[in-house]
C-alpha cells in the first residue's frame, strides 16, 4: 500500500469515526484523539530541560525495515503526550522516585546499598542506553534486572528481586531516569550476534491462534489503528513506561508477556533467553532513539 | 420460552425427522475435515442459513469475530473505532462468492498468502499454540476462535454488503 493510499484510509477513518463520535454523543474523545502521528520533532519535557527528538534516521541494520524510527509518544492522544511533559504530571517519576529512595537503602547480609559501591546513582547514566548487553564473563546476554540482581546476590548479599516487582520496576525506572536524552544504543556484534539474530527471528515469527508477529502490527501497520488502538513501531526507549491502562510502570519484559499473550499464544517468561534476545533486538530497531523512560503511554 | 415437562410422542417424532432430514442432527465438520475448494468452501459448516444479525453482532464484539478491530463497514455506522489494518468491506459481497466468503472468514491465509488475518475457525497448526488469552499452553486442536454456526452467521452478514 502506498503512502497516499494509507493516508486517504485513514482520512476516511477519521471522518466515520468522528461521524459516529457525534452519532452516539456518549463517546467522549475528542476527534482529535485520533490521529497520524502528531508532527511534533521533539518532546519537550519540563519546559526544555530536556529536548527529546521524536524521529531519527534509521540505522544500516533497521534501514530495510523502517524509513524512518519513530517514539511511540507520536502516536499517543494530546493528554497522555502531555503528561510525558512535566515531570510533575509525569505519573512514572513517584515510582523513579521511590527506586532512588532505595538505591540509598542499605539491605542484605554485606550492609551495602547501592550507593555503598556506585555513589550518586547520577552515576549510572548511561546504563539504561547500553541495555541489554552481554556480562562480564560474556557468557549471557543481561538486562538490566539481570544487573541489578547480580548485585543484589552477589554483592550486598541480599535477595533477588521478582523481575516484574514493584521495586525491580522503581529502581529500572531510576536508573532510567538517569540517561534521559541520551542516545539508544546497544552493542549487537561480537558475542551478541547470535542474540540478535535469535531476537529478530522472534520478532517476524507469527506466534499463537491469531498467527501474529510483532512485526505484523508494528512494522507493517504502524500509524494504522487497530480498533481504538493507534498502532506505534513498538520501540522501547521509553521504558520503563507509566502505562495509564495500569496506573503503574510497567517493564519492557511485562510488554512482551503482554502482547505474546494477546496472539492467544503461550507467552515466554519475564526474563527468559527469548525476551532478552527479543529485547536487544528492538533495541537496536531504536538505535539512536533518545532514552525517554519513565515515558507515560495508555 | 419455557420448554414444556413432556412432549407428545408424535410430535417429538416429528421433529426429529424434520431435523434429520435436513442434516441437521450432524456435528459440524472440525476444522481440519474442511473441503476446500481453492480457498473457498462451497458448503455451509451448519447446513443451514447464516442469520445476518447475529452475523453482525459477532463481527463487532470484541470477544468474538472483532471484525472491525481491522475493517471498516459503512454499513455500520454506529459502531466505533472500526480499525483500517485490512480492505474495507464495503461492497465485498459484489467482489467475492458466498464460498469463498466462507474460505475468508475461515482461514484467509488460503486465499491470500502471508494475510496478517487470523483463521476463525481454524485448530491447528499453530506456533506455541495458547489457551486463549491466558497466556498458558494449550494442546492442538485448539477450539476455533468462532463456531460454525458463528462463521455463517458472519458470512450471512457479509453477501448483504453489496454496493
Given amino acids: ?298 | 420460552m419455557q420448554r414444556p415437562a413432556t412432549m407428545p410422542l408424535t410430535l417429538a417424532a416429528m421433529i426429529l425427522a424434520a431435523t434429520a432430514g435436513a442434516g441437521l442432527a450432524a456435528d459440524p465438520p472440525a476444522p481440519s475435515d474442511l473441503t476446500w475448494n481453492e480457498g473457498a468452501i462451497d458448503q455451509s459448516l451448519t447446513g443451514q442459513p447464516g442469520d445476518p444479525a447475529a452475523g453482525a453482532e459477532v463481527m463487532t464484539t470484541n470477544a468474538l469475530g472483532n471484525c472491525v478491530a481491522c475493517h471498516q463497514i459503512s454499513a455500520m455506522p454506529d459502531v466505533p473505532f472500526q480499525g483500517d489494518i485490512g480492505p474495507m468491506l464495503d461492497g465485498v459481497a459484489g467482489r467475492y462468492t458466498e464460498a469463498q466468503l466462507r474460505g475468508i472468514v475461515a482461514d484467509a491465509k488460503k486465499t491470500f498468502e502471508g494475510s496478517m488475518m487470523p483463521g476463525f475457525y481454524k485448530g491447528e497448526g499453530f506456533i506455541r499454540p495458547g489457551d486463549g488469552y491466558t497466556g498458558k499452553a494449550a494442546e492442538e486442536p485448539l477450539p476455533p476462535i468462532l463456531t460454525a454456526q458463528q462463521v455463517e452467521d458472519v458470512v450471512a452478514y457479509l453477501v448483504t454488503l453489496k454496493e
Fill in chain 1, 1 to 298: 500500500m502506498t503512502m497516499i493510499e494509507r493516508a486517504r484510509k485513514r482520512r476516511m477513518h477519521r471522518n466515520l469515526v468522528a461521524g459516529a463520535v457525534a452519532a452516539t454523543l456518549s463517546w467522549t474523545v475528542a476527534p482529535g484523539a485520533i490521529a497520524d502521528p502528531v508532527d511534533e520533532p521533539t518532546i519537550e519535557v519540563n519546559g526544555g530541560e530536556f529536548s527529546l527528538p521524536t524521529r531519527v534516521e534509521p540505522a544500516d541494520h533497521v534501514k530495510d525495515a523502517l524509513p524512518e524510527v519513530m517514539s511511540g509518544w507520536l502516536f499517543r492522544d494530546a493528554d497522555t503526550r502531555a503528561m510525558q511533559l512535566d515531570d510533575f504530571e509525569n505519573q512514572g517519576m513517584i515510582f523513579a522516585d521511590s527506586g532512588a529512595e532505595a538505591w540509598d537503602t542499605v539491605e542484605g547480609t554485606e550492609g551495602k546499598s547501592c550507593a555503598s559501591c556506585h555513589n550518586d546513582i547520577e552515576s549510572m547514566k548511561g546504563v539504561r542506553a547500553s541495555m541489554p548487553k552481554m556480562n562480564e564473563a560474556g557468557d549471557d546476554l543481561w538486562s538490566m534486572e539481570n544487573f541489578i540482581n547480580d548485585c543484589r546476590v552477589n554483592r550486598m548479599g541480599a535477595e533477588e528481586w521478582a523481575w516484574n516487582s514493584q521495586p525491580m520496576k522503581n529502581m529500572t525506572a531510576a536508573i532510567s531516569v538517569q540517561s534521559r536524552g541520551l542516545p539508544m544504543d546497544v552493542a549487537i556484534d561480537g558475542p551478541a550476534q547470535s542474540w540478535w539474530e535469535k531476537g529478530k527471528e522472534m520478532y517476524y515469527t507469527r506466534f499463537g491462534q491469531l498467527e501474529m508477529s510483532c512485526a505484523n502490527c508494528h512494522e507493517d501497520n504502524y500509524g494504522n489503528m487497530i480498533r481504538a488502538d493507534h498502532l506505534s513501531q513498538g520501540q522501547i526507549n521509553g521504558f520503563p513506561v507509566y502505562r495509564l491502562k495500569d496506573s503503574n510502570v510497567v517493564s519492557i519484559h511485562q510488554r512482551f508477556v503482554g502482547c505474546v499473550r494477546d496472539t492467544r499464544a503461550e507467552t515466554f517468561k519475564a526474563g527468559s533467553e527469548e525476551f532478552r534476545a527479543l529485547e536487544l533486538y528492538l533495541a537496536s530497531r531504536g538505535e539512536g532513539l533518545p532514552i525517554e523512560g519513565v515515558s507515560v503511554r495508555h
